[in-house]
C-alpha cells in the first residue's frame, strides 16, 4: 500500500502587523471587543502578490524535506486569492522555484483549500500518478477586504504554508479524510464583486460587499468540523482520546473552544495561533501546523487530528499519522524582499487604491 508521507514543511508570514488598535484608528471597534470575540490581536498584511508568499514557504518546505525543485512532481496551490485567472498561480510557484518537472494546478475551497489540496495530492500520490507534491494555502485576502466593514475587516490577515509530500511504504501522512459542503447556506459567507460574475454588472472588481452572517457561519462551522472529526474517527476506528494534537482552521477562538468541548479535547491538545494571524483563510490551517511542529507538539508517529471550515460552506477533517523525523534537513535563505511600510500603511494604501478605482 502506497502513501503520502508529509517530509517538509515551510511557512511565509509578511512581516508588516497590522494590530487591533490599528485598525481602532479607522473603524469603530476596540482591542477589548476583538479578542473578547474572536482571540485575535494582530494579524499580518502583504506587501508582496501572493505567489511570492507561497514561494518562499515551498522553498522553506523542500529545504526541510532535504528536496530540490526537481525532485516535485506536482503543486497544488489552495488560496481563493490567487493573483490571476489565467495563468494559475500554482505556475507562478513553478517558475520562481524552477520545478519544471511538476504539474501544476489551483485549487479553491476559501479557507479549507489548503487541507483540501493535501487531500488531493496525497490521492495522486497513493494512486501513483505522482510520487511527489509540493502543497500549498496561501492568502492575500487584505487587497480584497472591505475596509470599512468591521464586521470582517477586523477577522482576516495574510500568510503561506507549504509542505511536501513524497510516496511512502509506510502508513503516514493522511490516513483518513472526511470532505463536505453546505452548499444550501453558501449565501451566508457571499462576497460581491471577488470575481467574474461582476465583470459585466458595472462593479469595479476587487471592491468587495462582504456578505458574512458571523453568528449562522459560527453554528455551522462547528456542526461540520465536529461531524467530520467524528467521520474520520470511525473511519480509523480510533477514540477520541487516542488524538495526540487537534489542529483547527483558526476563524475565532470560540468556534475553536465549541469544538474542543464537543471532541472533549483538554487545552493541550489543541493548538492555536490566532492570536498572532487571526483568519488567513486557506493559509491558517496549514501555517498552524507548521507551528506545531516548530513547537514541538508534534512528536514522531503522533495522530493529528485537523478540522477545517470556510466559504461554500466547505468543511473538511484530516487524520494524520506523523512520520519518523520532526525536525528539518535544512533551511532556507530564500525570502521576501524588505518591507519598508507598516501594516497600517499598506491598508491605508488599498483603501486608497481602492477609492481611485471606484472613481
Ligand atoms: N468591533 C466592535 N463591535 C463590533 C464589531 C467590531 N469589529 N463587529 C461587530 N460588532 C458589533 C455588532 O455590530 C453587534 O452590535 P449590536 O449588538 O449593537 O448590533 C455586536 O458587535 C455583536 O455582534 P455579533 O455578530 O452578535 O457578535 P458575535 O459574538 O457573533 O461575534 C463574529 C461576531 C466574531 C463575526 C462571530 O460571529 C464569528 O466569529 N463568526 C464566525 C467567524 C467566521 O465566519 N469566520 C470566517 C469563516 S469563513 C472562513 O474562514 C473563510
Known amino acids: 500500500m502506497r502513501y503520502a508521507d508529509i517530509t517538509g514543511w515551510g511557512k511565509c508570514t509578511p512581516p508588516a502587523t497590522l494590530t487591533n488598535a490599528d485598525l481602532s484608528t479607522f473603524l469603530d471597534t476596540d482591542d477589548e471587543w476583538i479578542v473578547s470575540r474572536t482571540g485575535m490581536k494582530e494579524r499580518r498584511i502583504s506587501h508582496v502578490p501572493v505567489s511570492d508568499l507561497a514561494h518562499v514557504a515551498c522553498e522553506r518546505a523542500l529545504a526541510a524535506a532535504g528536496k530540490v525543485a526537481a525532485d516535485v512532481d506536482l503543486i497544488i496551490f489552495g488560496s481563493c486569492s490567487f493573483d490571476q485567472m489565467v495563468p494559475n498561480s500554482a505556475s507562478r510557484v513553478q517558475q520562481l522555484l524552477g520545478a519544471d518537472n511538476a504539474a501544476c494546478m489551483d485549487l479553491n475551497t476559501a479557507c479549507t483549500s489548503g487541507r483540501y489540496a493535501l487531500s488531493v495530492a496525497t490521492a495522486m500520490i497513493k494512486t501513483g500518478s505522482a510520487n511527489s507534491a509540493l502543497v500549498i494555502g496561501a492568502e492575500a485576502t487584505s487587497v480584497l477586504m472591505d475596509w470599512t466593514d468591521r464586521d470582517v475587516a477586523v477577522l482576516f490577515g495574510d500568510g503561506a504554508a507549504a509542505f511536501y509530500l513524497e510516496a511512502s511504504d509506510q502508513k503516514s501522512g493522511v490516513v483518513a479524510e472526511s470532505l463536505g459542503c453546505f ?138 499519522t506523523w512520520g519518523a523525523r520532526i525536525k528539518p534537513l535544512g533551511t532556507s535563505a530564500v525570502d521576501l524582499p524588505p518591507c519598508d511600510k507598516t501594516g497600517l500603511e499598506l491598508v491605508q494604501d488599498i483603501i486608497a487604491a481602492k477609492k481611485t478605482a471606484e472613481v
Open 183 to 320: 452548499g444550501k447556506n453558501r449565501d451566508i459567507l457571499d462576497v460581491t464583486g471577488w470575481g467574474l460574475k461582476y465583470a459585466n454588472q458595472g462593479q469595479v472588481l476587487g471592491a468587495t460587499k462582504w456578505n458574512f452572517n458571523g453568528p449562522e457561519i459560527f453554528k455551522r462551522a462547528v456542526v461540520g468540523m465536529s461531524r467530520a472529526c467524528d467521520n474520520v474517527l470511525e473511519k480509523e476506528d480510533l477514540g477520541k482520546e487516542e488524538i495526540d494534537l487537534v489542529v483547527p482552521h483558526q476563524a475565532n477562538l470560540r468556534i475553536i473552544d465549541a469544538l474542543a468541548k464537543r471532541m472533549g479535547a483538554s487545552e493541550e491538545k489543541v493548538f492555536i495561533n490566532i492570536q498572532r494571524y487571526g483568519n488567513m483563510s486557506a493559509a491558517t490551517a496549514p501555517l498552524a501546523l507548521v507551528e506545531a511542529i516548530e513547537e514541538g507538539r508534534v512528536a514522531p508517529g503522533a495522530k493529528l487530528l485537523l478540522p477545517a471550515f470556510g466559504g461554500g460552506l466547505t468543511w473538511s477533517a484530516h487524520l494524520i
